[in-house]
């Protein structure tokens, strides 16, 4: 089973950016998918956008195709959110999230770390 580990949280003022880390580990997870969620106090969870490891190709949520950026490092076993143009609504914990290939669901979740967007 995949491990993964968010960091990268902070509090940051609105229009400011802040890049979230997935990192893996206890296995390859070369033909995975990962992804990034967040959660916002009384809000359910909310997919952001996913990348296929072998691939490397990234889809999105329509609420942040525009600002967010997903992107993995192969080297570093690292998945990446760059977040840019951030609003107070952008306030949540994020996590990171893997398929198994073969999977369909998402099977693996970190911990998660906390954004805070100040206005």
């Known amino acids: 089973q995949v491990q993964l580990a968010e960091s990268g949280g902070g509090l940051v003022q609105a229009g400011g950016s802040l890049r979230l880390s997935c990192e893996t580990s206890?296995?390859?997870?070369?033909?995975?998918?990962i992804g990034w969620f967040r959660q916002a106090p009384g809000k359910e969870r909310e997919f952001l956008a996913h990348?296929?490891?072998?691939?490397?190709?990234?889809y999105y949520a329509d609420s942040v195709k525009d600002r967010f950026t997903i992107a993995r490092d192969n080297a570093a076993n690292t998945v990446y959110l760059q977040m840019n143009s951030l609003k107070p609504e952008d306030t949540a914990v994020y996590y990171c999230?893997?398929?198994?290939?073969?999977?369909?669901?998402?099977?693996?979740w970190g911990q998660g770390t906390q954004v805070t967007v100040s206005s």
């Open positions: 999230a893997a398929v198994p290939p073969g999977s369909g669901t998402w099977g693996a």
């Open positions: 206890g296995r390859t997870v070369r033909n995975y998918v």
């Open positions: 990348i296929t490891w072998s691939a490397g190709s990234a």
